[in-house]
């Protein structure tokens, strides 16, 4: 596969309720699998980047983010004030060099997809994960927003058409990526949380593709995954995992697992991401190993794997930058890498859908922005009456700066999640 297809767009699907499933890839995972990587490679050095063929067709396409046409932000800058915030997306677009891997999902026809290889169809941003870097005490958290958020959503400008499309004041979360590309959903995820605090504003982005997950679980040897009882599910990749076992998933097994979700839970979207988390959490214990990082050729092939696999915002095309995120993170203990889902409720319009709980992600991103602790509990879907909107007044920035901020503590957010340390076993149905 060559360097330039490898790199391009891979279908994602994530699914709420009782929708038809598209083949629904756990790209919460895959995504966080590769920027994990890409922590890890800094312990090479950031020399090793200038020899990689790789690095060189590394931001070929990157777009710029709204309000950052012309200089990068400083990474030293950032990391000593507000934390680092990357936007990790993956996106819903076959190649026609891995199309027969995913069935009727792809089309069989080349005259789909362009010289690059891609799908010529626009895709779907169907996961997106916020990473916040904290300053000292350092840590990880990473916010995944469900695909079908329904949200208002604000004009955006496709940046290789010029196409504009108007705001709305209802529309899912994964068709920002078709309106604008990255830079519009980047933008989109800024209305979710900058209401709360703008010291969560977007700094760097990238979109991923399909086979991240298949190479980086291959590369370090399979993720070990315990699982409770006994998941069989012939849509995804006709996986069958044995209860009471623990299972090293790898190759596309491990992407079965992750994208699973007739198999699991009640068979919604939101039920099967706490087996999404486990594989998560077993991964960064996995990553952080002494056997990976002491291991000078997997973490190559990592780093090789990242860089074949995401797309950057032009803030985030040179590969340097990229290590320089990676060092910023790479000696956070497994305790401070904390992955959470954005406070969902049942839309009211339609059980199929999720709505933003407001209050909660108020809660949830103004301890964020604090550096505070954050100790993920609650269930995978809160069933309360229709959320509240988010207040038309404007909010003081230092409201809540930072632990010496003397305003009333936060109240604590009922907010679904793990950290890297829950060695919690997986269910099925």
């Not at 312990?43 to 060189?56: E, H, I, N, P, V």
């Not at 000078?296 to 860089?307: D, E, I, V, W």
């Given at each position: 596969m060559s360097d330039t297809t490898t790199r391009r767009g891979r279908r994602t699907i994530a699914r709420h309720g009782r929708l038809r499933a598209r083949n629904p890839f756990a790209w919460?995972?895959?995504?966080?699998?590769?920027?994990?990587?890409?922590?890890?490679?800094?312990?090479?050095?950031?020399?090793?980047?200038?020899?990689?063929?790789?690095?060189?067709?590394?931001?070929?396409?990157?777009?710029?983010?709204?309000?950052q046409e012309s200089e990068a932000p400083d990474i030293g800058s950032l990391v000593a004030t507000k934390g680092v915030d990357l936007l990790l997306t993956g996106i819903d677009v076959c190649e026609w060099d891995s199309h027969e891997k995913f069935g009727d999902r792809c089309p069989k026809n080349e005259s789909a997809y362009g010289e690059d290889g891609r799908q010529l169809d626009a895709g779907l941003n169907d996961v997106n994960l916020l990473v916040h870097i904290s300053p000292e005490p350092r840590k990880v958290t990473v916010t995944a927003f469900p695909r079908d958020l329904m949200i208002p959503t604000p004009e955006c400008t496709n940046q290789k058409t010029g196409t504009v499309s108007s705001a709305t004041e209802r529309d899912q979360l994964n068709n920002a990526y078709a309106k604008g590309e990255l830079a519009c959903v980047a933008k989109t995820i800024d209305t979710l949380t900058t209401p709360y605090d703008a010291d969560l504003a977007i700094d760097y982005a990238a979109t991923v593709t399909w086979n991240g997950v298949i190479e980086i679980t291959n590369a370090i040897g399979g993720v070990d995954v315990c699982v409770a009882e006994t998941i069989d599910d012939v849509e995804a990749g006709m996986l069958h995992l044995e209860g009471g076992q623990t299972h090293t998933l790898v190759g596309e097994q491990a992407l079965a697992f992750l994208r699973?979700?007739?198999?699991?839970?009640?068979?919604?979207?939101?039920?099967?991401?706490?087996?999404?988390?486990?594989?998560?959490?077993?991964?960064?214990?996995?990553?952080?190993?002494?056997?990976?990082?002491?291991?000078?050729?997997?973490?190559?092939?990592?780093?090789?794997?990242?860089?074949?696999?995401?797309?950057?915002?032009?803030?985030?095309?040179?590969?340097?930058?990229?290590?320089?995120?990676?060092?910023?993170?790479?000696?956070?203990?497994?305790?401070?890498?904390?992955?959470?889902?954005?406070?969902?409720?049942?839309?009211?319009?339609?059980?199929?859908?999720?709505a933003p709980n407001y209050d909660e992600a108020a809660k949830l991103f103004q301890m964020i922005a604090a550096n505070d602790e954050i100790a993920p509990t609650g269930t995978y879907l809160q069933e309360t009456e229709a959320p509240a909107v988010p207040s038309d007044e404007p909010v003081d920035p230092n409201a809540t700066a930072g632990p010496t901020d003397t305003a009333a503590p936060v109240e604590t957010p009922e907010v679904v999640g793990r950290n890297a340390t829950d060695e919690s076993c997986a269910s099925g149905r």
């Open positions: 919460i995972l895959r995504v966080v699998g590769i920027a994990l990587a890409c922590v890890l490679v800094a312990g090479l050095g950031t020399a090793a980047y200038a020899t990689w063929d790789l690095s060189r067709t590394f931001g070929a396409d990157a777009q710029a983010l709204e309000g699973s979700r007739h198999g699991v839970g009640d068979g919604g979207d939101l039920g099967r991401i706490s087996n999404q988390q486990i594989y998560m959490s077993s991964l960064v214990r996995k990553l952080t190993s002494e056997g990976v990082l002491t291991n000078p050729g997997t973490l190559l092939s990592l780093a090789r794997t990242a860089l074949s696999n995401v797309d950057p915002s032009a803030s985030l095309a040179n590969p340097v930058t990229l290590v320089q995120i990676a060092m910023a993170a790479k000696e956070v203990p497994l305790e401070n890498f904390v992955f959470l889902q954005y406070p969902a409720v049942t839309d009211p319009y339609d059980e199929n859908r999720v």
